[in-house]
Each structure stands twice: as C-alpha cells, then as structure tokens.
C-alpha cells in the first residue's frame, strides 16, 4: 500500500504526458488534440519551436516523474534508512547549468521564429525601388465583428472610395499579405489559429500585421481578447484565393460598391 | 509593546482577563487572525469553486438550465446563463481565487499562524495593525457581495480589467476597484508588520540561516508585496478616476461607443497593462513562494532527511522574487508591445525557469534515499512537487514569443495556471492544513479521509486540467460563452464535457475534506504537542498555543533540519534542544520582544 503511493506519482503525470505525446505524433483519435493545420509560410517555423520546446519537456517531464516515483518507491521499503547527505557541490552546478544551457538555447532558437514572423517586415518592390510593402487592407474591430476596407479604383487606403466589407477578409494567395488593424472601441484582438498569427488590436494604436498563404482555403479570423458579452460572436471569414480569382473578386466589389454609391447619389438627388 | 514583567506576567495566566469580543473577533492574538483568514478563505473558495463548476457547465452544456442553481439564480432566463453572467462569472472567479482565496490563505493565515511560532516570537510587532488587515478584508468582502448582487450588471471585464473596456463598459467596476483598494490597504498592512517581525523578532540564536524555509517564503513574500502592491493600488485608482473624475490614464481618444464619438484624452490602454502586469506578475510568485517554503519543511519531515540544498534554496527564492519583476512583459507579448522589448522580456522569463528548477532538483534530491512516512501532508507535499512540474514545463513552452502567438489567452495560459494555482498552490494549502491542524485546534484529522481525499483531488485535478492544453494547441480562446459558434471549434465539445465531468468529480471530493475538517474540529483524536515529530520551533509549545505562544522563551540551537533515521540515532533534534554547547542567547529572551 505504501509503495502503491509511488505508482500515482508516476502513472497519472506520465499517462497525461503520453496522451500528449500521441497527439502530437498525430496518431488518431488523438491527432486532433495537436495544433491545427497551418497555411502561412512562416508559421511552420512557429509549430517547429513549439514542437522542440514540448520534446524538451517531455523528457524533463518523463525524467523528473521517473525519479520522483522510483525516490518515493525506495525510500517506502521499511529497512532503508536515510541520507544525511544536504548538499552536493558538483551535483548542484551540474543541474544548474544543463538547464541554464537548455533554456539559452531555447531562447536563441526562437529568435529565428519571431525574426521570420514579427521583425521581418514584407518588401516590394515598385518603380525599381524595394521598399516596405504598403498595407492591402485596413482591418477595424469593433464590438462585435470586423470591417475590412480594401482600396477603391485610385489604388489607395483611407480614401474615399474605398470599398468596405464586413466580416469577410479575401486575401490572395502565393504573396505577401499586409494588414492595417486597428480598433474603434475596447481592445480586440485578431486571431487565426490556422496562419499563426494573433494580434492585439489596441484602440489609438493601430498595427501592422502581415502573411503569405500557400495554399487556398476557407479559415475563421476570431477574438481572442475579452471585448464584453458578444465577444464569442465576434467572428469573420477569411477566404485565401489565387492571385486571379482576388482580381475578379476585388473588381466585382468595387462594381458593386460604385453602384452602390451611385444609387445612394440618385436618391440623396431626387429627394 | 508591553514591559518584560507585563510580559512574565501574561506568561503566567496564559491569557489577558479579555472579553469574548476581543478574544475572538476583534483579536490581535497573530494565532486568531490566522485562523480568521483561515476560515474566511475556506469559505470563500466554496463561491470560487461554485463559479467554477457554472463555467464548466455553460462549456460542456451550452445554454442548458444549471443543475440546482440554475433556476433560483437565471430564473427569468429558464435557468441557463447569460452571455453578460458568463463574463461576470469567470471575473470573479479570479478576484475570488486569486485575493480572497490563494493569497490570504497562504500569507494571511498560514503567513499570521507560522511567523511568530516558527520564529519563537510571542506576536507580531504590530499586533493592532494585524487586527485591521484582516478587517480591511470585510470591506473588501462587502464591495464584492455587492458587486455580485448586480447579477448580469456585474465586474464583467475580466480579472485583468483592461481598459478600455473596463472603463467605458465595465459594470459595477467601482465595487470592484474599491474592493481591490481595501485588499491592498490590508495586504500592505501584513507584509510590513511580517517583515518588521521577522527582521526584529527572531528568538536568540534563531540566525538568518537557522529560518524555516516556511519564515523564508513568507518574507520574501512580504517583500514582494511592500514593493508591488503601491502599482496595483495606484493603477486600481487611476482606473476609478477615469471612470469618475474625468481623467484619461488609459482611454484614448477616437473611440466610437454606441455610434457615438466619445471625448477623452490621448490615454493609453497599455499603460494600464504594464502597471496591471508589474504588480499581477510578482503577485504569481506572492501566490507560489511561501507555499515552497512550507512544502519544503514538511518535505524534510516526511522524508526524516535533512532538506537538500537549504541555502541554494533560498538563494533561488530570492532570485525568483528579483528576477519576478521583470518577466511581466511576457503577458503581453501579443498586446501590441515593441518587438524589440518583447525578446528582452523573453530572455528574462527564459532565465526565470531557472531557480524554479533548481528548486524542484532541491526537493528530489531531498526525496532520495530518505525514509518517507506517508502521511496525508506529505501526499499533497509530493503532490505539489510533481503538479509543480507540469506547470513549470508549460511555462517554458509559453516563455517563447513565437510559440506565445498561437496559444496566447487561450486554454493552454489557462490549463499553466491553474496546474501552478490549483496544481501547486491549493495542494500546499491542503498539505499545510493537515500538518498545523494539531497544532492549530489540537486535534487530528482523519488519516484515511485524508488519503481518499487526496487520491481523487490528484486524478480529478489532472482529469480537469491536463486536456486543457490539448484545448489551447488547438486556439480555443479563454472568456468565450459559446466556442462553439465558431465552427473549428465544435469538435471539442466531448473533451470539454470529460472535463466538465472530472471537474465536478473534484468538487465532489471537496466534500470529503469539508467533512474531514469539521468533523476533526469537534471529534478529532486528540494532539499531542509533536505530533508529527517535527524540529521547528511552532512544535516546541502547546497544541493549541496559549496566548503569548510559548511558556519559556525558546532558545535555538542548530537549523530546523536535522533529522536522522540510522538506528541508535535520535530521529529528530527539535531547534531548541541543546546539546553540548550552551549560548548565553537565553539571557536576551523576552526583553523588548513584548507581547500585547
């Protein structure tokens, strides 16, 4: 009974981490349990280090539970008697700088990962100069959805023919994709799990955020910060389509959005 | 502060000839406002703990009425929650949890019972202002009953109160505010008198490096809050001033409430982040160090080992507290914080992991070749450790800000706190109630319901908490009233209703300890002194102490850690055994350590 103490402490944390572990192999029924999948180009980098940083784990986990329970088992047996032994030198050092190497090393191999996502910003280039990528779309949360305002026929943002949206991002796929967030009322915050990207959307601080899409799929963009009773419905679509189809797409609303704005002329006139 | 013959004297009859009042509810005996915390805490976890099982339900079983509550709470809504209440309930599951739980149930009660009886003090220095920070709690108590009594109108911006939501929206945000000032008043109160007790008070020979790790934990922690709490405190009035004086700390100017353009000044919401996150960071660690402190000296007892590591130990303690306060970057690595700034507080929070885990090689190495006695207190002890550790770990996971984008505020920050919160500091708690009950009523608890108890608490709470993580990898975001709207979602139902299930299986085994406490209050086999033959000086007096603590005052010899299982050798030498040697420390006993 005493020694059955031991056998807890191993079984219920190692069982939780094999669990885990089999989710991240993607073994079924379990591969569900893993992160979704990811369609940005520099997300991958994303899902390597969270992958790492979990073997770490794992086996600090599996290594630690190990010795906890086999501890807990031995010093259970009724003949033992105890060290007096309180303090260890070298053994001290050893367990301070392996996991100080570890976690060093830990943080520079992230640096990859946030230079790819977050200090790296797109480039263009136009007229024969590369410079920063202007943003394609300007995105405002408010409570509780998501406006996109694309540009209008002059080709520029925070005009006053921009065309606007709501609750549907159409972005093309195969480039560099950047966005203009900014919020009108309580802070927000723009999440895609399956691009890798959540952003804080601060009202009075607007942000730049930015993506490249392989592959052309349907995802859903998300609030992923507490924005008041509706915050669950606040929810739009993000359609990723081929360079092509955007163009078709893009021209179809500016159509309809000068359709629009002529039949809202004719009214305002006759009136 | 009393002469030294006022002193003798009180020594004598035990106690002051006092009325009922000021013997037990207005009491500036150290030992009765811990036990008032004690109590008020207990009680005060039942609401959390309720609020957490309504959480559970509404994300098992969306929209459908509550079991028992449901129809007296949500009867004009069929007995189901609102999307309002949702937020009003996991806001003040936090608050609750957080400063009227976890906190005064480590630093007010056990922080206020262990001090002065491990230090071999008589009180604290201060014992008036002891008495007001526990009563600047009821204030407190009463702004969130309030607040409560709002229903749907109720504090429903999250514990963390980020304008400008909380400013513009937040309903009952005052009680709320007003509330988080008087426990901050109370805080302060203790920590300043903890820390004055134990820089002045020690028994003679009772040197910095002869403390309990337990004495340890509660100053650093003490320290943390003298230095952290003024932000909080400052920051929850600048909150209320925005919100009534026409101020704009943190509103910034363009907002579009209701279609209408408000007027404020250029604030910034940020700035309420950093000053929220400088004081909520540190308070991690006021929520984690002196529940380290006392596991280790009811480790080294368990295990009839002398503790491994003592000075690395504190070393490392301290170091945690230092280095606490400045990782609070790290809550907002996706907040819209320089880039730049961002690798800094990631670098710092990356080293942080360090005396962390040093400290847990401390505890198994301490657990080696020892001679376990499983107790109850050392079940919950090794408990601890091994929760400690799974918390710990996925701490480092969210410590990179790459890998923070995806499960920042979602269930995999939710599933890391409540492993190190409920996991670590809740298991300590329980430990520590086992281990100082005799002490604190002198009476046992019930050994076999103890185990039950914690057998199904240590399944249940990893039934619970574990799958969280599988959650969070996924994105499911944290504060939603229905995931489930969003499509990508929806397949997570069934892991959410097994932990709904394991939740309530944990509420259940609560039971068996409400049962176990109460029923050991009145029926418990009666304490002996040194029940659990233990070195500190809290063992070398009564159980329970009288008012004044000790008869004579103790005189400490050697540190609280000498414990010896080899045949023929004494199992434990108690602090204040003298062996050989004799000090002439004796002779400084009781002048200028008086006793009210």
Redesign the interface.
Known sequence: MQRGWSLLFLIVPVGCGVVYLLAALGIPPLDKFWLPPNYNQTGASIDRLFGLTHVVAAVVLFGTMGALSWFCWAGSLRERTSSLVAHHTALEVVWSLIPAAILIGLAVYQFQSWNENKLYYPQWERDGQVGPKPPQVKVVAKRFGWEFYYAGPDGLLNTFDDVFIENLLVVPTGEDVVLYVESRDVVHSFFVPGLRIKQDVVPGLGQYLWFRAQQAVELEIVCAELCGWGHTNMQARLRLVPRAEFDRWIDEQILQHRAGQAARLSQGSSE | MTSPQATAAMSENGRHATGWWQRFVFSRDHKTIGLQFLFSSLIWMVVGGLMALAIRWQLAWPWTEIPVLGRWMFAAEGGQI???FY?VLFTMHATIMIFFVVIPLLVGAFGNYLIPLMIGARDMAFPTMNMLSYWLMWPAFGCMVVALMAGDQGP???WTA?P??SV??GHAQDWWLVGLVFVGISSMLGSLNYITTIVQMRAPGMTWFRLPMTVWGLFITAILQAFALPVLTAALLMQLLDRWGGTSFFV??????EGTDVVTG?????LWQHLFWFYSHPAVYIMILPAMGMVSDMLSCG??????????MVVSMAAIAGMGFIVWGHHMF???MS??L??SF??ST??I??PS??K??NW??T??????R?TTPM?FT??F???F??GG??G??M?????D??????YFIVAHFHYVLFGSSILAVFAAIHFWFPKMFGRMMNETLGKIHF?LT??FL?GTF??M??LG???F?R?????Y????FR??LP?NQFITWCAFGMAAAQLIFVVNFLGSLIVGQRAEQNPWRANTLDWETDSPPPHGNFAACPVVHRWP?E?????GRPDFVPQAMALMEDDNAADECDSNRGVE
């Open positions: 609102t999307p309002q937020n429903d911006a999250g980020y400008p939501l513009v929206y910034p100017s363009g907002l579009v409430i250029a604030g910034q919401p940020l295990c009839r080992r002398p503790l491994f590591g003592y000075r690395v996706v907040s819209g880039y730049l961002t690798v990631m670098a990356m080293l992991a360090l885990g040093v847990t090689f198994l190495a657990l080696w070749s020892a001679r376990i499983w079940l090794v408990g450790i091994s929760m550790v799974i770990l996925s480092v996971v410590a990179a800000p790459p890998a984008i995806l499960i920042h505020d979602t057998l240590y399944v990893n574990f799958p993580h599988f990898a996924r994105g975001p504060r939603y009233a229905d995931p709207v969003v499509e990508g397949d997570l892991l850690y414990y010896d299982n080899r045949p």
